[in-house]
């Protein structure tokens, strides 16, 4: 049997570089303004698992993401870095997941991938910055997480040792396998892109993107079966209905508001001595300070 | 039943100031709603706890007091909060936005099938009627939070689920004793029926954990230097000023990253969250993030050469100038005119 590794991996819009046309002029999020991308400790995660990967004979590497067509993008771009293959899980009723309905709906699907060793997550993902499908898909799984992973440092006798990284400090801990890891931005970058994996893989494509492709992939596919995405919807997977998307998501958002500067009451003044002098002695008399 | 729950972290016997802050809230919140306040306390030696909880107003302390339970370990502590939630049924319990709280409340949230809601800056009662259905909620918990990078902000509520689980970003909620003679009762955590020894399959091999040498959370004066400030040597500026004025000195991250200052010292999204009475940034441009560390300040002074520095919209005053020609100015005329 091989070692499975999984690495849960997420597209977000790219909250990092929000220019002004990103905001709605009704104050809801453009995000077709915002590229998007492979979220930033999914790529940490991917490397922890790339090493792994790379120091034993038999080790396999299987990128699982949930979302929409385009998300089958980051499956392909992974892939290039060295993943082995992925799993697209979208369906329309999957819309409006909050933390809970996603941590359901991947936690199904990684049951389908049993039995695996090790499950691989980023910490956070920036479109929410939530931090928390990791531990609640290892709760749905039943097995040990262990958070802020900034190395990976051994894998042997069933037992994985892991160091993290703290608020305040580090922590090195071990627990057996199979368990879940997220996996900390201080942790080493992902490796670039190999171009022999490139060529090999640059057609991969999902069912659902191929409907939307004017090229036949047909024949291609059904030689090079390793370019065929896998794709799952709720049908595939075994799953309480009530339970999924907006109807299975106990958060509801009751308002957004875009951060608007108001301009305050403010008094501009020169670096002039005068002018400096005369806030000095205001502060102290309204005791803002001394 | 029905009460306001706080998760309590524990490093070397003490209460750690977030549980402390969150407490406060809670106190205010269990006044609005008529009810108690409740501390879960999980750790070892926590015999005299309760001197540390009760001045912040806490009715209950439900102490697991067990030799393997510290330091913090998940599935453990997971455990014991679970089945605590399960036997009490709280309105709402909240956690601190740390290390330990953020790795505990999903895996608590997702064991009771309950929403929650990460790092929240804002937490407020408020009243809800569902659009489709028209079902009024009375008294929910308004869980408010920067999304999407700071750019926006978020009011988040659980209308079905309970307890309404949060966590709590570390310095925004303030501090407050109640009452140094409060007093409440403390209740013992039958541990033996909560945990198992499979609760215990991670192992800490290792711990190192940094006294929190640098604090500036609870500095009433902040002088913070940015990008603007041009190096690590006109930082000495800035650290003059703020021993004068009995201040600290913050950052940006721009500063930060250039290698002006430690890290501990940054403000903003990733660095610690401030509410001094006065916050004088020197040569910072006031982007989002940084501001969703420092917009609360009581007063904020801008020293900045651009006259357009998104920071002098939320400054009290603003000094046009630059930050090595105003800072040894305003050192001059503090000395000079201070008593
Ligand atoms: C996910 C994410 C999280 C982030 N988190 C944080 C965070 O927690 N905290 C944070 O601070 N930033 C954070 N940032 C970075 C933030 O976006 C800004 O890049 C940063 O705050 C800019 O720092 P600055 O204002 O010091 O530098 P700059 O933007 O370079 O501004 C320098 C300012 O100094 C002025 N200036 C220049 N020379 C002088 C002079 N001689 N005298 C007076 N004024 C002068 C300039 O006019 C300018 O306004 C984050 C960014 C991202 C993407
Ligand atoms: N839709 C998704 N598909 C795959 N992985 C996800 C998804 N959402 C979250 N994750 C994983 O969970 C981590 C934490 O996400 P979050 O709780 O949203 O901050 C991410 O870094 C991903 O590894």
């Known amino acids: 049997m091989s070692f499975r590794i999984i690495v849960l991996a ?7 570089n929000v220019g002004k046309d990103a905001m709605k002029a009704d104050g809801t999020v453009n995000r077709a303004a915002l590229p998007a991308i492979f979220n930033p400790e999914d790529l940490n995660a991917l490397e922890q698992a790339l090493r792994i990967k790379d120091k034993m004979k038999d080790a396999e590497v299987i990128i699982l993401t949930m979302g929409p067509t385009r998300a089958s993008e980051i499956i392909r771009e992974a892939m290039y870095r060295g993943a082995d293959r992925g799993y697209l899980i979208t369906d329309r009723k999957f819309a409006g ?8 709906t991947i936690s199904l699907a990684v049951k389908k991938l049993a039995p695996y060793h090790l499950i691989i997550s980023g910490r956070q993902a920036i479109d929410g910055d939530t931090a928390q499908v990791g531990p609640q898909a290892a709760e749905k799984l039943g097995i040990p997480q262990i958070t802020y992973a900034e190395d990976v440092q051994s894998v042997e006798n069933n037992i994985v040792t892991v160091k993290r990284r703290l608020e305040r400090g580090v922590e090195v801990v071990s627990c057996p396998m199979p368990a879940l890891i997220t996996v900390h931005s201080s942790a080493p970058a992902c490796r670039n892109r190999n171009s022999k994996l490139l060529m090999k893989f640059k057609h991969a494509r999902a069912v659902t993107e191929l409907q939307e492709e004017t090229k036949d992939y047909t024949e291609l596919h059904s030689h090079r079966p390793y370019l065929k995405i896998e794709e799952w919807s709720v049908a595939d997977l075994d799953a309480d209905f009530e339970m999924l998307g907006l109807t299975g998501s106990p958060t509801k958002v009751k308002k957004i508001e875009n951060v608007i500067l108001q301009q305050k009451d403010s008094k501009v003044i020169s670096s002039d001595d005068k002018e400096v002098e005369a806030l000095m002695v205001e502060l102290i008399n309204n005791h803002v300070i001394g | 039943m029905n009460n ?5 972290e524990i490093e070397n016997g003490n209460v750690e100031d977030v549980s402390l802050e969150i407490l406060s809230k809670g106190r205010k919140l269990a006044n609005q709603l008529n009810c108690k ?24 302390i439900h102490v697991a007091d067990d030799p393997r339970l510290y330091p913090y370990t998940t599935l453990s502590h997971a455990a014991v909060v679970v089945n605590v939630f399960k036997e009490e049924k709280p309105e709402i319990a909240l956690f601190g936005a740390t290390s330990v709280g953020r790795d505990l409340a999903p895996r608590v949230a997702s064991a009771l099938k309950c929403g929650l809601t990460a790092d929240c800056t804002s937490l407020v009662i408020g009243d809800h009627t569902e659009n489709k259905t028209g079902t009024e909620y009375k008294n929910l918990l308004y869980q408010i939070r920067p999304a999407f990078g700071g750019n926006i902000i978020a009011t988040i509520i659980n209308p079905d689920t309970r307890p309404q689980m949060a966590t709590v970003r570390e310095g925004v909620m303030k501090k407050e004793i109640v009452s140094t003679t409060y007093q409440g009762i403390v209740k013992k955590v039958d541990i033996g ?7 215990f399959i991670v192992k800490i091999i290792e711990r ?11 500095a009433p004066i902040i002088v913070a230097g940015g990008y603007g400030v041009g190096s690590k040597e006109n930082f000495k500026l800035l650290y ?4 004068l004025v009995g201040g600290q000195v913050g950052a940006s991250r721009a500063a930060v990253d250039a290698g002006y200052v430690d890290h501990a010292r940054q403000v903003g999204q990733t660095g610690v969250t401030v509410r001094p009475k006065l916050y004088i940034a020197c040569g910072i441009s006031g982007a989002v993030q940084h501001r969703a560390g420092m917009d609360q300040s009581v007063q904020i002074i801008s020293i900045n050469n651009d006259p357009n520095a998104p920071i002098n919209l939320i400054a009290d005053y603003t000094i046009i100038g630059n930050v090595s020609d105003v800072i040894p100015k305003m050192i001059r005329y503090y000395k000079e005119n201070s008593k």
Do not use: M, W
């Open chain 1, 97 to 104: 997941s909050d933390t809970l309905a996603t941590s359901y």
């Open chain 2, 208 to 218: 190192h954990i940094e006294e929190q040498k640098i604090n500036i959370k609870s």
């Open chain 2, 37 to 60: 306040l409740e501390a879960v306390v999980i750790g070892t030696q926590l015999n005299n706890i309760e001197s540390q909880l009760f001045p912040y107003g806490v009715d209950v």
């Open chain 2, 193 to 199: 029926a909560f945990i198992t020894d499979e609760d």
């Open chain 2, 4 to 8: 306001i729950f706080v998760y309590c």
């Open chain 1, 10 to 16: 997420k597209q977000v819009p790219d909250t990092r």
């Open chain 2, 240 to 243: 003059d000023l703020a021993d």
